[in-house]
């Protein structure tokens, strides 16, 4: 059984936004920081943004920040990437991802889903 599962990747226009959604157990959830990520084609997996345990605390990768927002709802162990202004070097298959932490570090986070394909179209 996989932890957790994305939804809400899509095909969209430049300037268009998307939400996704990630929907985990109450184990991969409860006292998590929530994080995305994303993988472009040929390229490493980078750090997208984060979301704390506690009060909701979150960080950015720097080329999202006022575009992208991330939030949680701990009662229905689902976190959300609320994505605006979407441009076409965002495209990417984004992950959701649970860990102790607050970190952009991958390899700190223990659950991962299986991903969701986002695709923005100039």
């Not at 996989?2 to 899509?10: A, H, K, N, R």
């Not at 298959?93 to 607050?102: K, Q």
């Amino acid at each position: 059984q996989v932890p957790l599962v994305e939804s809400g990747g899509g095909l969209v226009q430049a300037g268009d936004s998307l939400r996704l959604s990630c929907a985990g157990s109450g184990g991969t959830f409860s006292r998590h920081t929530m994080g995305w990520f994303r993988q472009a084609p040929g390229e490493e997996r980078e750090f997208v943004a984060a979301i704390g345990w506690i009060a909701g605390t979150t960080v950015y990768k720097d080329s999202v920040k006022g575009r992208f927002t991330i939030s949680r709802d701990n009662a229905n162990n689902t976190v959300y990437l609320q994505m605006n202004s979407l441009k076409p070097e965002d495209t990417a298959v984004y992950y959701c991802a649970a860990g102790a932490i607050l970190t952009g570090m991958k390899s700190l986070y223990d659950y991962w889903g299986l991903g969701t394909q986002v695709t923005v179209s100039s």
